[in-house]
């Protein structure tokens, strides 16, 4: 046999770059958690596996704030969890309040839309919070929805909603709660059960510094109530909770399900319990108060804020392109000459905002110093 | 604010002990590849990393042997390849012959009914090969059937089924296929453009002996025109390849969809970077000949493979349990005191069969040697 695809001979290892990741995630990852997904590979069905993934339960139980039972990691990126949460909870059917003042409520309604729900759009202009008075003219208008989804800290604009008021309004009309965390968990307060949040995802790669590939997820008696009364069966056997959450010893006995991404979830554990040594507390002050350091530092250059100041996420800081600023030629010259990573805009935004993260491990003194002194050179400040 | 969920003592750093794995995936990662998982961290729309991605796609061209420009890797594990193609490929209402011979099977029955389509089930028995004049048959009663699907390595049983003479008689009858190769992929020849296969999906876990948490897949363009055509929106978003292959850049341009497993990508490129040094033809002469040894070792242990000869994977070997074996004692002693995983039967073969992997990295006669003393230990040999 003969193969008709010959080799290459133009590839070798890859060399990455060390940057310091200032962007929308992913963040730094300290060594510590990269040398913790290079342990060694172990099955799926291993005795200390399992023990591991019991031990990743209970951190993110501490995480999340909850004693949900069924807390876990998806094994796939923050995307693969929000899809979880609408595959799940919305049949057919079902009436949605999808609020959007973004990129990501947006992806919200194609879930809805995707599950065959319909989604009720409560809009609000992009950098704004989500507007309390608008969710609760939708519920009344809507008095057969069931569900209210809403982003807690909008990844496209630096913008935080006020999660417990919307939580609180959205019980008040029998509604499920889904709530997007992917860039609060651990920046800023995310206390699923004060709150009352019914179902809730995030990913790894922001205020929890891991790697991108894995989605915490973490699913209330209510939500998994409406999960286990469903008329007609999870479209995706791939993200089925019901099948999933067996394989994660929430049901009566551990079964296979599919073949969990043994290395990442090394690195999740290690980046949880590094969160859970410094304390969920002192992360969300040393966010704020990083926060306000880059505020300090880079106003001075002429940057300002595109979120009021009131709404802004600490670890997530929009602001607008100075005047005359070339988005594409300054960010590449960030790149180049300091590897240094911000984030353009998205959508409606490109062109018009960067967004600079400071989450997790790249919420640091240091990287102020860096960029602002980057920025400052190539602004000619 | 006081945290309602406190601290736990009892979590420390995940010490993974180092296993010798010969069971049904994931097989050994070197610590070439393992290494590469700890370089650093950079964002997903990074220029290296792109790069990066382009010279992935080269070289899982050269592992399925194709040219499709839709090949990649699934962010999630294989059965999110399995998933992919269902959920692109098949639309409500969709007609599809679904052969079964073992576990992957059904999980193909169940992606098909969870899409809408009907699934027309061809049964062989598990252990035996798929049966071509059935699939025929199966096609002259459903003249309107758009899809054969298949196992062509089926990973509970071990056994291989003539996957281009499957494809073959699908398209005599004007029908699209969908290839499980997740076990074949790397062992045994997977040749995707000679065979004319349509939409194929693998695990980075088996024979390419990478971690597992990604799933490469190839597309043809009758696959695409069935895609681009569909009348019905594809019912997962995270999955939607319309969206997934404007990020590997197959489309008018590149887009971000969902953030990519960064370092679990450095993983799988180094994966396939080793097996392209080694070269496919070498690596299936590797895995056949080192088959041959683990029979010629076992057999005089008193232990008979479950598959027919000329149907037997050289990378998965079934074995039948030893009369009086204890199943789960000895795995257990295996595990414990040798460090050394097997995997047990899956549904109706659980205590009967062994399943013995020599996929990838794992197939070495250090491996085979290292197995047939300490079997013989356990068993009293």
């Known amino acids: 046999m003969s193969l008709s695809i010959s080799k290459i001979n133009t590839i070798s290892a890859f060399d990455a770059p060390v940057r310091t990741l200032l962007g929308p995630g992913p963040s730094d990852v300290p060594q510590r958690i990269l040398a913790a997904m290079a342990r060694p590979t172990i099955g799926h069905l291993d005795?200390?596996?399992?023990?591991?993934?019991?031990?990743?339960?209970?951190?993110?139980?501490?995480?999340?704030?909850?004693?949900?039972?069924?807390?876990?990691?998806?094994s796939a990126p923050g995307s693969a969890g929000m899809e979880m949460c609408f595959?799940?909870?919305?049949?057919?059917?079902?009436?949605?309040?999808?609020?959007?003042?973004?990129?990501?409520?947006?992806?919200?309604?194609?879930?809805?839309?995707?599950?065959?729900?319909?989604?009720?759009?409560?809009?609000?202009?992009?950098?704004?919070?989500?507007?309390?008075?608008?969710?609760?003219?939708?519920l009344k208008a809507h008095p057969d929805a069931q569900i209210v989804a809403f982003v807690h800290a909008e990844t496209s604009t630096g913008v935080r909603s006020d999660a417990?008021?919307?939580?609180?309004?959205?019980?008040?009309?029998?509604?499920?709660?889904?709530?997007?965390?992917?860039?609060?968990?651990?920046?800023?307060?995310?206390?699923?059960?004060?709150?009352?949040?019914?179902?809730?995802?995030?990913?790894?790669?922001?205020?929890?510094?891991?790697?991108?590939?894995?989605?915490?997820?973490?699913?209330?008696?209510?939500?998994?109530a409406k999960i286990t009364s469903r008329k007609s069966k999870v479209q995706s056997w791939f993200l089925d909770l019901n099948l999933v959450m067996n394989y994660w010893g929430a049901g009566a006995k551990r079964s296979y399900h599919h073949t969990a991404p043994i290395n990442s979830l090394y690195g999740l554990h290690e980046?949880?319990?590094?969160?859970?040594?410094?304390?969920?507390?002192?992360?969300?002050?040393?966010?704020?108060?990083?926060?306000?350091?880059?505020?300090?530092?880079?106003?001075?250059?002429?940057?300002?804020?595109?979120?009021?100041?009131?709404?802004?996420?600490?670890?997530?800081n929009a602001v607008n392109i100075p005047a005359g600023g070339n988005d594409a030629a300054i960010r590449?010259?960030?790149?180049?000459?300091?590897?240094?990573e911000i984030g353009g805009g998205l959508g409606?935004?490109?062109?018009?905002?960067?967004?600079?993260?400071?989450?997790?491990?790249?919420?640091?003194?240091?990287?102020?110093?860096?960029?602002?002194m980057a920025l400052g050179d190539v602004l000619g400040a």
């Open 271 to 316: 980046a949880l319990l590094m969160l859970h040594e410094e304390g969920l507390e002192e992360s969300w002050e040393r966010h704020q108060s990083n926060h306000l350091k880059l505020k300090a530092a880079i106003e001075p250059l002429g940057i300002d804020f595109f979120v009021e100041e009131k709404y802004r996420l600490p670890q997530l």
């Open 47 to 74: 005795p200390e596996f399992v023990r591991m993934m019991d031990e990743m339960k209970a951190l993110l139980k501490y995480t999340f704030q909850t004693n949900n039972a069924m807390t876990m990691a998806v």
């Open 164 to 224: 417990e008021a919307l939580v609180k309004l959205a019980h008040e009309h029998d509604c499920l709660t889904i709530v997007d965390t992917v860039t609060s968990l651990g920046g800023i307060p995310v206390l699923v059960d004060e709150w009352g949040i019914d179902a809730v995802y995030s990913g790894s790669q922001k205020c929890l510094s891991c790697t991108p590939g894995l989605s915490p997820v973490s699913f209330n008696n209510r939500a998994v």
């Open 348 to 372: 409606p935004m490109a062109g018009k905002l960067w967004r600079i993260g400071l989450m997790g491990h790249s919420s640091n003194e240091a990287n102020i110093e860096k960029l602002t």
């Open 87 to 138: 595959a799940n909870l919305v049949e057919p059917g079902d009436k949605v309040i999808v609020c959007r003042n973004g990129v990501f409520g947006g992806r919200m309604q194609e879930n809805v839309v995707r599950c065959g729900g319909t989604a009720i759009m409560v809009e609000e202009e992009w950098g704004k919070p989500i507007d309390l008075q608008k969710v609760a003219d939708a």
């Open 332 to 340: 590449k010259t960030l790149l180049e000459k300091y590897s240094l």
